[in-house]
T-cell receptor, first 111, second 113 residues
Framework: SQQGEEDPQALSIQEGENATMNCSYKTSINNLQWYRQNSGRGLVHLILIRSNEREKHSGRLRVTLDTSKKSSSLLITASRAADTASYFCATDDDSGSRLTFGEGTQLTVNP | NAGVTQTPKFQVLKTGQSMTLQCAQDMNHEYMSWYRQDPGMGLRLIHYSVGAGITDQGEVPNGYNVSRSTTEDFPLRLLSAAPSQTSVYFC????????????FGEGSRLTVL
């Protein structure tokens, strides 16, 4: 079963626009992570936010976490064509030993 | 620094054949794991290991075996391949614990005919 679910499944924007992707999860977590996957490649870690944090920034990335709503969002500002990729959220589970991924959001940034 | 290395990158098997997907990491990571990625299903955890000599099952372990005799290597064995095991397989590692950043290999694309 999938712990995290991303929304939307696909997003197409123009270069320079902001892209927002959302992730909802079902059970309590210790932390939530976001990953990026270029076509045909492995996943690359973007950012980790802990359950006691509400917002975190890394370059053009901004991640928020609302544990009361069991949701997180990833904002990419001033998008570039090179940001075209699939983005996944991942959460741990109660056992603390498994990382579960959502189905991902396919982002297309048009030049 | 090679990171996480998976071999082979591509493999075609016939139903019933067995094979091993290799995974090696040179970062001295304690935690290693195998995921499979299928269209519309995201990544699903097959098996994981928190250290040499220790392995445990993930979400979809049936049909797969693993072992962890060294810190560096975590092979995934398909005992009798089935068409349902056609997928892209990813190995990932992490340190100092599973809850840290996962480093992924480039994937192994397996087709079972």
């Amino acid at each position: 079963s999938q712990q995290g679910e991303e929304d939307p499944q696909a997003l197409s924007i123009q270069e320079g626009e902001n892209a927002t992707m959302n992730c909802s999860y079902k059970t309590s977590i210790n932390n939530l992570q976001w990953y990026r996957q270029n076509s045909g490649r492995g996943l690359v870690h973007l950012i980790l936010i802990r359950s006691n944090e509400r917002e975190k920034h890394s370059g053009r990335l901004r991640v928020t976490l609302d544990t009361s709503k069991k949701s997180s969002s990833l904002l990419i500002t001033a998008s570039r064509a090179a940001d075209t990729a699939s983005y996944f959220c991942a959460t741990d589970d109660d056992s603390g030993s498994r990382l579960t991924f959502g189905e991902g959001t396919q982002l297309t940034v048009n030049p | 620094n090679a990171g996480v290395t998976q071999t082979p990158k591509f493999q075609v098997l016939k139903t019933g054949q067995s094979m091993t997907l290799q995974c090696a990491q040179d970062m001295n990571h304690e935690y290693m794991s195998w995921y499979r990625q299928d269209p519309g299903m995201g990544l699903r955890l097959i098996h994981y290991s928190v250290g040499a000599g220790i392995t445990d099952q993930g979400e979809v372990p049936n049909g797969y075996n693993v072992s962890r005799s060294t810190t560096e290597d975590f092979p995934l064995r398909l005992l009798s391949a089935a068409p349902s095991q056609t997928s892209v397989y990813f190995c990932a590692s992490s340190s100092p614990s599973w809850a840290g950043e996962l480093f992924f290999g480039e994937g192994s694309r397996l087709t079972v005919l």
